[in-house]
Every structure is written in structure tokens, then in C-alpha cells.
T-cell receptor
């Protein structure tokens, strides 16, 4: 079967750094994506890692280690608007078709 | 582009009734996905199409669920007959590559 594990909730103060880990066991692997979802909203794409290493996009960075079946999303200089759920998702096919989503991590940013 | 457009945004129906959810993907995107989101099961991929052809419907929970994509600009997800356990937010998403764009979802309540 497929499984993705990520923490259910993380709380941090404004300006802090938060790391959300994601470990996966899937029958196929063609990349790891991260999505953000605010309450009542739609998931929005943040990043994608196909190869090992760090990808940086502004305040957000994503890391992948395929040998460890592990990745993380790093949120820096946290802002109140970063309070949301963050999902890791594994691409199971090479045609960007089938993604298996984790259960999501609720990030709560406090003043 | 207006993004992925779903209708209706909210649907309340009685058990046993037929429900049809609609989706207009982003023009030019060749992949379309239907997801269901609940607190218990998270984001589940129900079915995805590539170039209007259903590629994988293994996530469709039962024969009561069916999806069609008659052309590149329209897709439907039908539930007949609906049951209370079908209550969820149903998202449609489209993509051309690694980034999936989600619609705002249809919140379905079956009473």
C-alpha cells in the first residue's frame, strides 16, 4: 500500500522557522510536491522535488532525500498568513497524473 | 485565465438523489483530476483523465460514482444514488506539468 507520514500540527511564533517532515512508502516515486491549503480554500502548489537536494522559493524551501524516502518543507520568517494546512504529495506515475497526498500538517502561527 | 471553475459551490441533497458536480479546467491543461476531501480520509484521488481519457479510476469508491470528460473543457462527477457518507468537499484540479491547479471545490452535504 501507499503511506505518507507527516505531523498533524505544528505551532510557532511569528518570525520563527518551521520544518514539516514527510516520510513516504509508496509503490512508485516520481517526485514530492508540497501544497498549502487555508481553511475553506483550495490547495495551492508550493514546490516540487524530483531530485535529491534543496529547492528554495522565497521564504519556503523543500528538501528531498530519495534514499531515505524523506522530505521536508521549511517555512522561514513565519507570518500570520502562513497559518494553514500543508500537504506533502508523492507522484506515483511519470506523467504527473497520480499523486498520493499525506494527511496534512496544520501550522498555527501565533503573535 | 479564471482558473479551474467548479459548480455548484455548495450542494445539499437528500439521500437517494442524484448529484452532478461540474468542472471546467484551465484551457490548455491536458490532465484533470477529481479529489474528495474529508476530515477522516484527507485528500483522496478519485479519478484522473489525460487528454480526456480516464487513466485511473481506482479511487472511485463505488459504482454509484461515475465521471466523464466529453471534451477538453468540461468534466462531470456524478453520484447516484447519493448517501450521507458521500458528504465531503469535492475538488477538481487540472495540470499541464508538475503543478496541479485546484478549483474552489464543491461542498456536498447529503442528508
Amino acid at each position: 500500500g501507499q503511506s505518507l507520514e507527516q505531523p498533524s500540527e505544528v505551532t510557532a511564533v511569528e518570525g520563527a522557522i518551521v520544518q514539516i517532515n514527510c516520510t513516504y512508502q509508496t509503490s512508485g516515486f516520481y517526485g514530492l510536491s508540497w501544497y498549502q491549503q487555508h481553511d475553506g480554500g483550495a490547495p495551492t502548489f508550493l514546490s516540487y522535488n524530483a531530485l535529491d537536494g534543496l529547492e528554495e522559493t522565497g521564504r519556503f524551501s523543500s528538501f528531498l532525500s530519495r534514499s531515505d524516502s524523506y522530505g521536508y518543507l521549511l517555512l522561514q520568517e513565519l507570518q500570520m498568513k502562513d497559518s494553514a494546512s500543508y500537504f506533502c504529495a508523492v507522484g506515483l506515475t511519470d506523467s504527473w497524473g497520480k499523486f498520493q497526498f499525506g494527511a496534512g500538517t496544520q501550522v498555527v502561527v501565533t503573535p | 485565465d479564471a482558473g479551474v471553475i467548479q459548480s455548484p459551490r455548495h450542494e445539499v441533497t437528500e439521500m437517494g438523489q442524484e448529484v452532478t458536480l461540474r468542472c471546467k479546467p484551465i484551457s490548455g491543461h491536458n490532465s484533470l483530476f477529481w479529489y474528495r476531501q474529508t476530515m477522516m480520509r484527507g485528500l483522496e484521488l478519485l479519478i484522473y483523465f489525460n487528454n480526456n481519457v480516464p487513466i485511473d479510476d481506482s479511487g472511485m469508491p463505488e459504482d454509484r460514482f461515475s465521471a466523464k470528460m466529453p471534451n477538453a473543457s468540461f468534466s462531470t462527477l456524478k453520484i447516484q444514488p447519493s448517501e450521507p457518507r458521500d458528504s465531503a468537499v469535492y475538488f477538481c484540479a487540472s495540470s499541464l506539468s508538475r503543478e496541479a491547479f485546484f478549483g474552489q471545490g464543491t461542498r456536498l452535504t447529503v442528508v
